[in-house]
């Protein structure tokens, strides 16, 4: 295959700030490079939004109209960039790095996307609710089913690479173990306490649930005071992380 020669950069260019999440799980779980190339440059055109016009979206027909994504998409798919592009979004979407919102544009129905965030997926649901518009847009009028990553919690390891950093191999297997022992939501609140006490490390979440496993956290509702108390049990199996993404950092 014919390397076509990149002319260079210039001295002075526009710059486009990119998250750091992306270099981290998202990375290493995009598997196509579609999905690569239509994620970076939906980001891209989600930054060029006014800020006044919060939350900033992506329409779908924009980008099925879009020449640049179109020629960039070409070739990886027999069926054409646009069958290319659908099945990006569907990915992106799945993946959760997405957030797909069907609304009415007049008489013609849309997709706008937006970047998966805690407040936009608040934003996603009051308008599938019919509560809220999106900028001119309103609800569609068959409301769309909630995702499938509705109401999933995020992991440790996606939880330490939001929070604190990259993860290591040797640190993985510090968390595989705290994963095992402690509850989800006691992770998940942890580390929000924690980035509440700008304290983004490990050892600081650590020490939160170690004391909270030791002291208990108050009453949970629904729970007596025993039950809130005890030291969680740890999964029945355990091969859902030693065979899941992060596989490869954690010694069975």
Not at 11 to 29: H, I, K, N, W
Not at 168 to 195: G, K, M, N
């Amino acid at each position: 295959m014919t390397v076509v020669r990149f002319a260079g950069f210039p001295d002075r260019m526009a710059y486009v700030p990119v998250p750091a999440q992306l270099f981290g799980t998202l990375l290493r779980e995009i598997d196509t490079l579609g999905e690569l190339k239509a994620t970076l440059h939906v980001w891209r055109l989600l930054q060029e939004r006014s800020r006044e016009g919060e939350p900033r979206f992506v329409r779908r027909s924009e980008l099925l109209a879009d020449r640049e994504l179109l020629l960039a998409l070409r070739g990886e798919d027999p069926a054409g960039p646009e069958q290319t592009l659908a099945a990006a979004l569907a990915r992106a979407t799945e993946r959760g790095t997405l957030l797909e919102v069907a609304v009415r544009d007049g008489e013609q129905d849309e997709a706008c996307y937006l970047l998966n965030t805690a407040r936009n997926r608040q934003v996603a649901e009051a308008i599938r609710l019919g509560e809220r518009t999106l900028g001119p847009f309103g609800p569609a009028a068959v409301p769309m089913e909630a995702g499938s990553s509705e109401g999933v919690r995020p992991g440790i390891f996606e939880l330490y690479e939001q929070n604190v950093g990259l993860l290591t191999p040797l640190l993985a297997e510090e968390l595989f173990e705290a994963e095992l022992t402690y509850p989800p939501l006691w992770i998940e609140d942890a580390f929000r306490e924690a980035v509440g006490q700008n304290k983004r490390s490990w050892r600081y979440v650590k020490r939160i649930l170690e004391n909270w496993a030791l002291r208990g956290r108050g009453m949970a509702p629904g729970r007596t005071s025993g039950e809130d108390r005890r030291r969680p049990d740890p999964p029945e199996d355990s091969r859902r992380y030693t065979e899941g993404r992060y596989g490869r950092l954690v010694r069975p």
